[in-house]
């Protein structure tokens, strides 16, 4: 069964760093763009960051550029998601989605048109 699978979140103090992974099984996650999303309690899903299949182009929620950063290993069928100088507003549970349609990187909106979206995995920012 295809699908994708988030991990590596946890408690982290504020200006700490945290990895997310996003693995892919049953399908090659290579010829899909993937995006990391995010929502907080009482709060809309958002976006957060996405990346083009070829990993050439990566878009990034304003909120987050210059501390988050997107990649991705195909070799691993992983995607990743490097956090630092974390927020407690950065506070969610962070999802993973995956398709080959290149419109829904650059749009990086939580659309349900995504072949696959993750069950997510919490991050809670706090001293």
């Known amino acids: 069964q295809a699908q994708v699978v988030e991990s590596g979140g946890g408690l982290v103090q504020p200006g700490g760093s945290v990895r997310l992974s996003c693995v892919a099984s049953?399908?090659?996650?290579?010829?899909?763009?993937v995006g990391w999303f995010r929502q907080a309690p009482g709060k809309e899903r958002e976006g957060v960051s996405c990346?083009?299949?070829?990993?050439?182009?990566?878009n990034y929620a304003d909120s987050v550029k210059g501390r988050f950063t997107i990649s991705r290993d195909d070799a691993k069928n992983t995607v990743y998601l490097q956090m630092t100088d974390l927020k407690p507003e950065d506070t969610a549970v962070y999802y993973c989605?995956?398709?080959?349609?290149?419109?829904?990187?650059?749009?990086?909106?939580?659309?349900?048109?995504?072949?696959?979206w993750g069950q997510g995995t919490q991050v809670t920012v706090s001293s």
């Open positions: 049953g399908f090659a996650m290579e010829f899909h763009h």
């Open positions: 990346i083009s299949s070829n990993g050439g182009r990566t």
């Open positions: 989605a995956a398709d080959p349609d290149p419109l829904l990187y650059k749009l990086c909106v939580p659309s349900s048109e995504f072949d696959w």
